[in-house]
């Protein structure tokens, strides 16, 4: 009955959020709301997969967002684990690896944090 539609992420710099996502995810541009408060942002991959990143530019936000304690993330799997994780280490957004389950995590430019592991 219900499909899954996307997950919101606030940013505080739209442009360097999409610059991220597209370096680091492969992630793009589907579609896009403008308003004079907010602009909203929606990402896909190029799998033609229904969910979507939703980025949210809140205009007169100005501080970082508190992302408090609630250990909340977005993942990706990806069929080449080991070449993700060298473009990873080669932007330095690894910020959390559990060899023993074989997954990692990269943060964003706001301090989210997206799981990767293999498909």
Known sequence: MFRFAHNNLNVLDLQRSMKFYAEALDLHETG??????????YLGDSFGSHHKLELTWLKDWKEPYNLGD????????TPDFAAAHKRHEAMGCICYENHDM????????DGYWLEVLPE
Do not use: K, L, Q
Not at 32 to 41: A, G, K, L, M, S
Not at 70 to 77: K, P, Q
């Open 32 to 41: 896009r709301i403008e308003n004079p408060d907010f602009t909203i942002v």
């Open 70 to 77: 609630n250990e909340f993330h977005v993942a990706f799997t």
């Open 102 to 109: 074989g997954i990692y995590f990269i943060e964003d430019p």
